[in-house]
């Protein structure tokens, strides 16, 4: 294992600033590390070595010269494939789709660029976002590293498992519905979906009105510090929010009381005893903490139907001549639920629009009681690759077994995904804390305190 692996964002930066190693050196190390992961866990769609270097010396040359445009300044990340990155192929993890470099960035791989990272490539993703582990038609399985007989979860599934891995410190996903939380949990990370409309998305994506772009780190403090480079107004994005900034990188930093409600099942969910165990375990030091935690076990009905009508009305209505005329080119499984998605008529579509307005009006209100929520990130730990569901949970769809997830794309509200223990075979259990709109702060100080108490599961690595 060399020096670079499992440094935070916040290390790397500083080694840079002080000369102890170049741009260059470090993405050498990355290529060396990636040549040997690469083959086990399949964390990329495409790989731009040429163009990360081309990046890592133009880094080199700013920093020599006093320049360094902050800290994620020559440093090794990715982009996932649902994000479209200048030069390279946007793929979306589908056959249907060219393999034609694109002519411009989005947003989010703009701001990173303009900051100095180093893009390496694309991470795979399961087609179209549209399940919640990691595989595609077109990249194949992508492993947990954990366990690579697992699944790291998905959609953001190469993004988790290269941080996870120590390959990079940070890695940029999307969440329409868990794709950033769900593979954090499954693989040890902090993963975190801002408000809604705080990353700007651009082009638009096939779920508009559910679609997050957001980090994943190993730290709170690097997903802080990256969510501070790529969030903000972009006027190509109409449901981007115009005004300051909330202080991510300060909100880590500091602690206040909050009012907390623990609900291990929403009312609905299924849950492993072990994980349920876990959770409840790091629930109570939370309220160690000094916090007024209360258990709250009905807050909703399962809103999976208003969620599955429009998720995947978007995607297969993006997708309708291929559903039509190339059927075998996708995924069975996400061809399945587009068909369905597409043969919704009209009326009881739009009925399913106003009750996500009322169920997003009830948890406004439920907000108003307090500060944040916790549930369980996830029912389940990682299960084996080459399933769509973990065994037990195919019922009503392919991502309704992420009972915990998806209410809160509906919602919008930020919601993140941190680390807290490990099961007695190894793998990484999470809990989702949910705030108010537009309270990203309170998240991110609710999981710093944790995470400085937490160091066991933190400090933790895979067995690679």
């Given amino acids: 294992m060399s020096d670079f692996n499992y440094k935070t964002l916040g290390e790397l930066s500083k080694g840079l600033s002080r000369k102890e190693f170049s741009s260059v050196e470090l993405l050498d190390d990355v290529i060396a590390r990636y040549e040997q992961l690469e083959p086990r866990l399949n964390m990329f769609s495409h790989f731009d070595e040429e163009g990360a270097r081309t990046s890592a010396e133009a880094a080199d040359r700013r920093i020599r010269r006093g320049e360094k445009l902050g800290e994620l300044d020559g440093i090794p990340t990715s982009v996932k494939d649902l994000i479209a990155v200048k030069d390279m192929p946007q793929q979306f993890g589908s056959r249907a789709v060219s393999a034609a470099p694109v002519a411009a960035d989005a947003p989010s791989a703009e701001r990173l660029r303009n900051a100095g990272a180093v893009i390496l490539g694309k991470s ?131 602690f206040r009381r909050m009012r907390i409600a623990w609900s291990p099942t929403l009312g609905y969910g299924r849950v492993d005893p072990e994980v349920r165990d876990i959770t409840a375990r790091a629930v109570e ?70 009750d996500r307005y009322a169920f997003r009006e009830k948890m406004r209100q439920f907000f108003e009681r307090y500060d944040l929520l916790l549930t369980p990130t996830l029912p389940v730990v990682a299960f084996d690759t080459g399933l769509d569901v973990p065994p037990g ?43 108010s709109s537009h309270d990203e702060a309170s998240i991110l100080s609710l999981a710093s305190a944790f995470q400085r108490v937490n160091t066991q599961v933190t400090e933790r690595r895979p067995p690679l």
């Fill in 285 to 354: 030091k939370i309220a160690e903490l000094g916090l007024d935690v209360e258990l709250v076990e009905n807050i909703m009905d399962d809103p999976i139907d208003l969620w599955t009508a429009e998720f995947y009305a978007g995607v297969g209505t993006k997708l309708r001549q291929v559903v039509q005329d190339e059927p075998d080119l996708l995924d069975p499984a996400v061809l399945g639920v587009l068909k369905l998605a597409l043969a919704q008529g009209m009326e009881p579509y739009y009925q399913k629009v106003f």
């Fill in 124 to 254: 795979t993703t399961s087609e179209f976002g549209c399940k919640a582990v990691g595989d595609s038609p077109l990249t194949g399985v992508t492993r947990n590293p954990w366990d690579v007989a697992k699944t790291p979860g998905g959609s953001s599934c190469g993004a988790a498992a290269m941080v996870a891995a120590g390959l990079v410190p940070y890695s940029i996903g999307t969440d329409g519905g868990g794709s950033i939380r769900i593979p954090a949990a499954l693989c040890g990370l902090f993963g975190i979906k801002a408000q809604f409309g705080r990353v700007p998305v651009f082009p638009t994506s096939a779920t508009p009105t559910l679609a997050h772009v957001g980090p994943l780190a190993r730290t709170v403090e690097d997903a802080a510090a990256v969510l501070n480079v790529i969030a903000g107004y972009d006027r190509r994005d109409p449901a981007t929010l115009n005004g300051p900034l909330p202080d991510f990188i300060g909100a880590g930093r500091g």
């Fill in 393 to 435: 949970f195919d019922d009503k769809s392919i991502v309704s077994w992420a009972t915990f997830t998806y209410p809160f794309n509906l919602t919008g509200q930020p919601a993140a995904s941190i680390p807290v223990g490990f099961t007695e075979a190894g793998l990484p259990v999470g809990l989702q804390v949910v705030a």
